[in-house]
């Protein structure tokens, strides 16, 4: 009996240093996908290829609306108005708004499961970078580690750069250069204030504002935008 006891703590002691390797490897691949993308754009993320892979569900001819350009080509505008809706302290925090993460679990308490996240930008890099839209604690998590190893390796300039020609802005419309050009029939670069802060209004729920241009919702956003965005810094 003792002997048998002795080689099930042998085995779960290599099981648990099995999965702690497991689990540093893994994000080690993480840490190396964003060094390689401090000087090299990101070809796709997993938001686009689940993106993707959803749309040639129905069409096997389907492809995905996005250009990459680099920050300079991207309309100042653009780049206040999603701050200012999405991370008014972005140029200040190390990556996570606490203040913002404290009020979101105190909602997902009340409701008694994950309904807000109190995302920064960086965040939601991580997560459109890497992982899925599911909302539970252990995506957070994972967030987390990635967001720490991110904003390690980046400057804000950089990360502001990779989310605004990634993050999805309609039905297979990623980048703000694609998305410029779908809503607009312009580059990003000669987005105005008004066309920059209606963008920005649309990140939360993308898809259904493609479908839905005329919400109320929507038009109510953009003016509270265009006035954070004296409010606000970009790097």
Request: aromatic letters at 12%; charged letters at 25%; glycine letters at 8%.
């Amino acid at each position: 009996m003792a002997a048998g006891w002795a080689r099930m703590r042998r085995w779960l002691v290599w099981g648990v240093a099995g999965l702690a390797l497991a689990g540093c490897l893994w994000q080690g691949w993480y840490f190396a996908c964003l060094w390689w993308w401090v000087d090299h754009n990101p070809a796709s993320t997993r938001f686009m290829d689940m993106r993707l892979e959803g749309l040639r569900a129905k069409d096997a001819a389907a492809r995905l609306k996005h250009e990459w350009v680099p920050y300079a080509r991207i309309s100042s505008h653009l780049k206040f108005a999603v701050v200012a809706a999405e991370d008014t302290a972005f140029v200040d925090h190390e990556g996570f708004d606490w203040t913002g993460i404290e009020k979101a679990f105190e909602r997902n308490q009340k409701k008694g499961k994950v309904v807000a996240g109190g995302s920064t930008i960086s965040q939601q890099l991580a997560k459109n970078l890497f992982l899925s839209g599911e909302r539970s604690y252990g995506r957070k998590a994972q967030e987390a580690v990635i967001t720490w190893m991110m904003e390690a390796q980046m400057d804000k300039r950089r990360i502001l750069e990779i989310y605004l020609n990634v993050v999805e802005w309609g039905n297979g419309v990623f980048g703000a250069e694609a998305a410029a050009r779908h809503y607009f029939g312009i580059p990003a670069a000669q987005l105005s204030r008004e066309q920059a802060a209606r963008l920005a209004a649309m990140l939360p729920r993308p898809r259904f504002y493609d479908r839905n241009r005329d919400s109320a919702v929507l038009a109510r956003r953009v003016p509270v935008i265009l006035k954070r965005m004296q409010q606000v810094e970009i790097p």
